[in-house]
């Protein structure tokens, strides 16, 4: 089974505790033997299914938006993103080289289309900006990709 993941950046600690505890959940349902984690792996739920399907004994793909991406992750996020691209059983990238709006939404594309199923950590809002959360689901549903949002009652971003 092959998994993508896309979510909201910047969640409270109260918030990263539950939905930690959802991709955990999701995790126990899957057979880890055959499944892969197919993500950004940028900070926040990206890298925390990443680093979840890896613990579990599964696999993880990453999709590089841009070749100046990593660049423009926070600082503090560098290390783990570092460990979870060499940890990559496969790499995809777009080609492009800065970080935009647009090739965040083009290596989301990507993403959609390596997957079985997309896991979505989104509160239903629209996106705040070209290629957020809210356009992965739209993308996913008109390619027909199933998607599981995960959000935890009564939260807001």
């Known amino acids: 089974m092959r998994v993508g993941i ?20 999701q995790i126990a349902t899957l057979d880890v033997r ?10 926040g739920p990206d890298t925390w299914w990443a680093q ?10 990453v999709v590089i938006p841009a070749a100046w991406y990593r660049r423009d992750l926070p600082d503090w996020h560098h290390a783990e993103y570092d460990s979870l691209f060499s940890s990559a059983s496969d790499i995809h990238d777009t080609g492009m080289t800065e970080s935009t709006s647009a090739a ?43 998607v599981t949002v995960l959000w935890p009652d009564g939260a807001t971003r």
């Open 104 to 146: 965040h939404q083009a290596g989301s594309e990507i993403l959609v289309g390596l997957s079985d199923v997309v896991l979505a950590v989104w509160d239903g809002l629209p996106a705040r900006g070209f290629g957020g959360t809210a356009d992965v689901v739209a993308y996913a549903a008109r390619v027909g990709v199933p």
């Open 34 to 43: 055959d499944l892969v984690a197919i993500s950004c792996i940028a900070d």
């Open 52 to 61: 979840a399907v890896l613990d579990a004994g599964g696999r993880v793909e």
């Open 6 to 25: 896309t979510g909201h950046r910047g969640l409270s600690k109260a918030i990263e505790r539950q939905v930690k505890a959802m991709l955990a959940e």
